[in-house]
């Protein structure tokens, strides 16, 4: 699920360990098509995070490797990312790690009958995707019959989610408010 087509699995396997070495994951690439392709990598650090500066310095890392090594015919844009707060889901840690929240999941194949679920996720358990869908009840699904999963943006899920670094805030306020007072 971290890449669709045999060429998104070729530049996995090129990129994956540039990532590495830099501290980072690779949670999905899609090397997508039109009169420019675009190759979209979303990435994180170990600690889940990955701000602007990690997306810069991560797409320099890997630009140098595509420069190099040139796996992509044509022209193409590199477009480095983080996952969001409602990321995709592809990798089994990341069912495990986000359990507790909503998803919608479609299947490669059905699952008593089903090939979109849509609940909350309920973890891993083994081996198998455990999900809640709201409308027909408990499945347990085989990772490798996920083709796609996203987590759901709900309040639950920002309030999961760090908060914004706020140091230097009160600073920014006390000027503002000086601002004020001399107007």
Known sequence: MRGKTAEDLTL???????AEAAGYAIVRLRLMGGATRRLQVM?????GEMDIDDCARLSRAISEVLDAADPVSGEYVLEVSSPGVDRPLTRPKDFAAWAGHDVNVSLGAPAGGHKK??????????????????KHGRF???FEQIHS???????????ATKPLDMSGA??????NEEEKAQD
């Open 12 to 18: 996995l396997e090129l990129l994956d360990p540039v």
């Open 43 to 47: 990435a994180e650090r170990a600690d």
């Open 149 to 159: 999963a996203k987590l759901v943006l709900t309040d639950k899920l920002i309030a």
């Open 140 to 142: 347990a699904v085989p």
């Open 117 to 134: 679920l849509r609940g909350e996720l309920l973890g891993v358990q083994d081996g198998k995707v455990q999900i809640e869908d709201r």
């Open 170 to 175: 009160d600073e920014i306020e006390e000027f």
